[in-house]
């Protein structure tokens, strides 16, 4: 392979598994911190047992995403040093504010709500753990900030001596358009994940008959912030497309996999197969109308790639073609959607048999529950995918290539080297993380104490 290829694999690799982890730790501060205000109010000991709990998954998981996160920034400087020099003036002014104030301020605020439990009052604990989760978010936005930039750069000027991207107006970051597109579909879409991470697990516990109370509890709470938080994934998803539409509109095309124009109303593809090499759209089902339904603020028909790949010829150079990894975005959508869908259904029955105290009659169900632990990281996973690959050929949009951005000095073999070596990292970190995860939903909530009963003779009325 060439090094583009596998500085492409490594960076893919890299984010791919930190973004496991950076929307669970979000989605659990959430979580824990409202489970910890519900102990506050109501005054009732499982709430807090609750936050105990669900607060060492959160741990857990945020210790891999920190690491993860150091890893991946050291690639810009190892394998995109021609990326780091034309964007580094404006990449690093939204990354250093999240280094300086945000994720300082998450770290210290976990740090205080992990060794005070027994510290200070119950009312100032709970602020510590909503100031992480403040953080947590806050942390998001300014990286999405910059992500956002190489979706749609605002606010700049090329130096015309130098070649680099330089910043002109800071606010016009936070004014990006983009930005409030995608910050609120990721953020929703990470406390869609620590919601059904907590449904997944307390189902499987549930089925095992194991602190029923507890995890029926733990549930119902996961379930409500599922159902909120999908939903609003799904209209802000809605919107976020309109504006593809128009912002990047060979990534809509490739969604739908569309190479010709499409009549007016046009029809959306439930499943489809299209030939990359060709440019050409083999056997699909349809159902009429659908997506000019579904794109309403538009006209009924849409542009195809071919048509498209034309115009970016003809604004951006010819010496190129235009078209994005078709097959893998027109199926990550569909994964995509199909999950957040999935979740969404998931949340409204399991809330409605949860309060007729049906659901854990219907084992098929709680099943089902248990394995969508596992429906929020496809789907999160698919929604980058869909980010990424749909800017393709470029790392900035419209001004800097893929192809440009790679490191000159940078060689075959020790891209292939480090790429092993992360591999083997992240199958590690993976590996741990998932069997502390077990291990801690094995033993559940009351582990101490009932290691303390079984090993205390008096328990045993010895005396």
């Not at 991470?197 to 507890?214: P, Q, Y």
């Not at 029809?267 to 050409?280: A, D, Q």
């Not at 083999?282 to 159902?287: A, K």
């Amino acid at each position: 392979m060439d090094i583009l290829t596998l500085a492409r694999i490594q960076f893919a690799m890299t984010t791919v598994f930190h973004f496991l982890f950076v929307p669970l730790s979000i989605g659990l501060g959430l979580a824990v911190a409202i489970m910890e205000t519900m102990y506050v109010v109501k005054k009732d000991e499982v709430y807090k047992d609750m936050a105990k709990f669900w607060g060492k998954i959160f741990l857990l998981s945020f210790a891999v995403g920190v690491v993860t996160g150091i890893i991946q920034e050291f690639q810009f400087g190892m394998n995109w040093s021609e990326y780091s020099r034309f964007m580094g003036d404006i990449f690093g002014a939204p990354l250093a504010v999240e280094a300086l104030l945000a994720f300082f301020m998450e770290s210290t605020f976990i740090g205080l709500w992990s060794f005070t439990w027994d510290k200070v009052s119950p009312k100032v604990h709970v602020v510590f753990m909503w100031l992480v989760a403040f953080g947590s978010t806050l942390s998001a936005l300014w990286i999405l900030a910059a992500n956002s930039f190489m979706q749609n750069p605002v606010g700049f000027k090329i130096n015309e001596v130098t070649g680099r991207a330089e910043l002109e107006s800071f606010s016009a970051l936070l004014k990006n358009h983009q930005l409030w597109m995608e910050f609120p579909h990721v953020i929703f879409g990470a406390f869609v994940t620590g919601a059904f991470v907590i449904v997944g697990i307390s189902a499987w516990k549930m089925l095992r008959k194991e602190d029923t109370n507890f995890f029926k509890k733990s549930m119902q709470i996961g379930l409500v912030l599922g159902l909120i938080f999908s939903i609003a994934t799904i209209a802000v998803g809605h919107e976020q497309t309109q504006a593809i539409i128009e912002d990047q509109p060979m990534k809509f095309a490739a969604t739908e996999g569309i190479y010709e124009d499409t009549e007016d109303p046009a029809p959306w593809k439930i499943m489809g197969l299209m030939n990359e090499k060709t440019n050409e759209e083999g056997p699909s089902i349809e159902i009429p109308y659908l997506l000019s339904i579904l794109g309403s603020s538009h006209e009924g028909s849409f542009k195809g790639m071919n048509t498209i790949n034309e115009e970016l010829k003809a604004k951006y150079g010819d010496e190129m073609d235009y078209y994005v990894p078709v097959n893998a975005l027109f199926w990550s959508f569909r994964f995509m959607a199909g999950f957040g869908s999935l979740m969404a259904l998931l949340s409204v029955v399991g809330l409605v048999l949860l309060r007729n105290d049906k659901l854990q009659k219907m084992k098929w169900l709680m099943v089902i529950m248990s394995l969508c632990t596992f429906a929020p990281f496809i789907a999160n996973t698919s929604g980058w995918l869909i980010t990424e690959l749909g800017r393709f050929p470029w790392t900035v949009y419209g001004l800097f290539t893929i192809a440009d951005s790679v490191s000159p000095s940078v060689t075959a073999p020790q891209l292939l080297f480090s790429n092993i070596m992360y591999f083997l990292i992240f199958a590690l970190l993976g590996g741990v993380l998932v069997f502390l995860v077990q291990r801690t939903a094995k033993y559940g909530p009351y582990a101490e104490e009932k290691e303390i009963e079984a090993t205390d003779p008096l328990s045993k009325e010895a005396f």
